[in-house]
């Protein structure tokens, strides 16, 4: 219960992206995901992830799904600290499964009122000077089953972006990236295991999820998967700590 309910630790690391031009090398990305706001997780806690997080400065906040499990009207106040989350190049947004087990559509209209980008299989093209990286985003990999409109689509997120730019792509389940490397994508980064959460799951993970948490890397993307953020169903965690992601773009 203590460490499902306390601030997330910070986890830090690097990846090293081949052709990541100069003006991003060391491009601060902080991750959030499964924070699962809802009947135990309210504002107060909220608050102080996001302080935590707009203490590290990043040039860029990716939120990778499950941030809630409730209707918009019910959780107005509780999820209203999403709105102070703050970096240089943006705040992005994806969609998780539990987005969808209640009002997928109309939590992506308030997160855009929170000032949060939604990156519906789209992406953007951030510059530096003549320099360039693509940030982009595909709903969960089963959002088609629950929301017309909503399939996930890689190949939509990505069309139309420049040749020869990296590509950081924001996708809630890692198996995405079975579908995501087939495009050249440098960097997936993903949530929804949280490594089991709690014991036996945790030791279990790996029997059922192929990259349950941690760094891999799946025929020439690098896959980042969180352990999470906050946690699902009962305040509990054991043998898997939740964490707020600090990642640092570096060049090959």
Known sequence: YVVARRTPPVRELEIKVRGLPPAFDGFHVVQITDVHVGPT???????????????????????????????????????????????SEGVFYVTGNHEYYWEGDAWCAHFESLGMQVLNNRHVVLERGSDRLVVAGITDRNAGQRLRGHACDPAQALAGRPDGVP??????????????????????ISGHTHG????????????????????????????????????????????????????KLVRA
């Not at 203490?55 to 939120?63: H, R, S, V």
């Not at 590509?167 to 997936?188: D, K, N, W």
Request: aromatic share 10%; net charge negative; charged share 20%.
């Open 196 to 247: 089991g959460q709690y014991f036996p799951f945790s030791a279990m993970i790996g029997l059922f999820q192929p990259f349950a948490h941690g760094l891999h890397e799946h025929r020439g993307t690098q896959l980042y998967v969180s352990r999470g953020t906050g946690y699902w169903g009962p305040p509990m965690r054991a043998g898997s700590t939740s964490e707020i992601t600090s990642i």
């Open 41 to 87: 997780i309210r504002k107060g806690w909220l608050d102080a992830v996001v302080d935590a997080v707009n203490e590290l400065k990043p040039d860029l906040i990716a939120a990778t799904g499950d941030l809630v499990d409730g209707k918009v009207r019910d959780f107005i106040p509780d999820v209203s600290p999403f709105s102070r989350l703050a970096a």
């Open 167 to 188: 590509t950081l792509m924001l996708a809630h389940r890692p198996r995405s990236v079975f579908e995501v490397c087939e495009y050249g994508v440098e960097v997936q």
